[in-house]
Every structure is written in C-alpha cells, then in structure tokens.
C-alpha cells in the first residue's frame, strides 16, 4: 500500500496550516514555508495566482486527511457525479473514512495514528476484522476494538494515549468503556473544519 512518508511538519509549513496535532507548536515557531531562502528572508514571494490559490487548498486537505493525489482525485470525481454540491459532498465522504471515525471518535490523537490503528487490524466492522482505512461506513455501522486489542498498552491507557475529545460529531456515538463507536447518521458541512474552502477545490478540479 503507497504511503506519503513526508514530514507532516514540512507539509504543515509548507500548506500554512496544522495538518497534526503535533505541528501547532512548529508552525508558531516557523509559520513560513520550508527552504533555506525562506528562512533567511529572500525575496518577495509574487501574488499568487487563482490556480495556485485553488492548489494550496487541495494539497491541504488531501494531506489533512491523508490521502495520495490519485485516491482524491478519485474521490472528487465521485463527488461530482453524486447529487448535491460537489464540494460538500467531498467533505462528507472524506469525514466517512474509517480512519477519520476512528480519530474523532476519539481513539487516537491524530488521522496517522488512527489509519495505521485501522491497518493493523485492531478493530472490526460490524463483527467483522478490517485492516482498510479507506472503507467508508453508513448509517448504522458499528466499529469496535477486537478482544486482544484491549489487552495492548495502548488502549489500557486511553485516557493518556489519546484523551477523549471536548466534541464528537453529533453523527458519531462513541463508548470509550466498550471501545465501541456506533455510526447514528451522516456528517454535515459543519462537522468538517470550518476553514476549508471547498469551491476552490472543486474548480480546481474542474479546470
């Protein structure tokens, strides 16, 4: 399976924007880009132009939610051809993925941490062992941690590896006791962050 194995602080930088929970304190430290010449105060960077405005966008949430260029585009594409606004709809479906249920569920502290949980084959849907982070639930679905995986360190200490969220998604039923997350609906615009500029990433797609 491909993986993006680039600095998530290096990506951080580079988008402007926090992609890990980890590069708040980096991107306090250096909010610039990566680069020796940024580093030193170079030159002015020109205006940037509407498709590199409409790139940045893409390239922030395709690495927020850590997929590679050809599963987004992909995604995109079924977006588009689903009925209602394109760029919602992309939202919903990537707030869908089992890894990013398994991260605002609250089990683990980041999308990372959760999709190489998911991977390793922790938990199960619907009573059934999934190593696939990709896998997008419905309504009804219910995500619990196998039997050994509760005898891990990890999750013994849950409330210190990864303390429960201040929210979970009104969509999401979670059960830190059970290790146990049923899925009670579907996620709406509002359940995304709230500075992503969808539209540029739809017609950056439809140039």
Known sequence: MARDLQSIVKRSRREGYALHPKAHKALVKRPGPPG??????????PKASQYSV???EKQKVKRLYGLLERQFAKMMNEASRTKG???ITLLQFLERRLDNVIYRSGFALSRRAARQLVTHGHFMLNGRRIDIPSIRVVVGDVIELREHGKNTEYFKQIDVTSPAPAAIPAWLKADRKKFRVNVTGLPTRDDAEPDIKEQLIVEYYSR
């Open 36 to 45: 020796q010449a940024a580093a030193e105060g170079g030159r002015r960077r």
């Open 54 to 56: 409409q790139l940045r």
């Open 85 to 87: 606004q394109s760029g």
